[in-house]
């Protein structure tokens, strides 16, 4: 009788030790993806930020690059005016002299 007594009390104590077990390890499993997926987030956040600044500086970088496009095909225009207006000048100064 005392032998059954002690196979059960085992039993149940074997029992008791691995659902506490289980429980300590289900609620460290949980802890960590709930820390995994808190730091995915601020990732993604991080993540969002770095490409909408991304787009900001993409954008000034397409204005300034078409300001500048602009501005040599003006220089480029206003130089051959000038050279023509030059070369006119002196044409017309050669034929009066």
């Given at each position: 009788?005392?032998?059954v007594?002690?196979?059960?009390?085992?039993?149940?104590i074997t029992w008791?030790?691995?659902?506490?077990?289980?429980?300590?390890?289900?609620?460290?499993?949980?802890?960590?993806w709930?820390?995994?997926?808190?730091?995915?987030?601020?990732?993604?956040?991080?993540?969002?930020?770095v490409?909408?600044?991304?787009?900001?500086?993409t954008?000034?970088?397409?204005?300034?690059?078409?300001?500048?496009?602009?501005g040599?095909?003006?220089?480029?225009?206003?130089?051959?005016?000038?050279?023509?207006?030059l070369?006119a000048g002196?044409?017309?100064?050669?034929?009066?002299?």
């Open positions: 009788m005392d032998f007594v002690l196979i059960g009390s085992a039993s149940l008791w030790w691995s659902a506490v077990h289980w429980r300590s390890r289900a609620k460290a499993q949980a802890h960590a709930r820390r995994d997926r808190a730091e995915m987030l601020a990732r993604m956040s991080h993540m969002q930020d490409a909408s600044r991304a787009r900001v500086h954008a000034q970088v397409t204005k300034a690059t078409a300001e500048w496009s602009a040599y095909k003006q220089g480029c225009s206003d130089m051959i005016r000038a050279m023509a207006a070369q002196l044409m017309s100064q050669h034929d009066t002299e």
